[in-house]
């Protein structure tokens, strides 16, 4: 999983990048989810300013789907955890400032 790892830190200026991380944290790398929470907040965190152009819709879609299942399965890990919650919070900031509800929604039920 280095290859994730390098990628979020070196290339997670682009916008493919993030849509490939959180697409694949979906589906065959789900039993990556916590590194899937460090390799996003890497990305989100060092490009917080990222225009996702026309791959926006899907990339919110998968990190809402994956956000949801991981927020789901650890809410009380997560609350107990302020470095685990202080890496969802940029997150779902970052899916809040491009107009997801289901953010919002995430956001508010950790807080």
Not at 37 to 50: A, G, M, P, Q, R
Not at 52 to 81: A, G, H, P
């Amino acid at each position: 999983m280095t290859l994730y790892t390098s990628a979020s830190k070196e290339i997670g200026n682009i916008p493919s990048v993030l849509y490939s991380i959180v697409k694949i944290s979906n589906s065959i790398g789900s039993n990556f989810k916590d590194e899937g929470i460090e390799w996003l907040h890497t990305i989100v965190s060092n490009n917080k300013f990222l225009n996702l152009d026309d791959l926006e819709s899907n990339t919110l879609y998968y990190l809402e789907m994956f956000l949801r299942k991981y927020i789901f399965i650890n809410r009380q890990k997560i609350k107990e955890e302020i470095r685990l919650k202080n890496k969802i919070i940029p997150i779902l900031d970052f899916m809040i400032e491009r107009g997801s509800i289901h953010g919002y929604l995430l956001r508010e039920s950790i807080l």
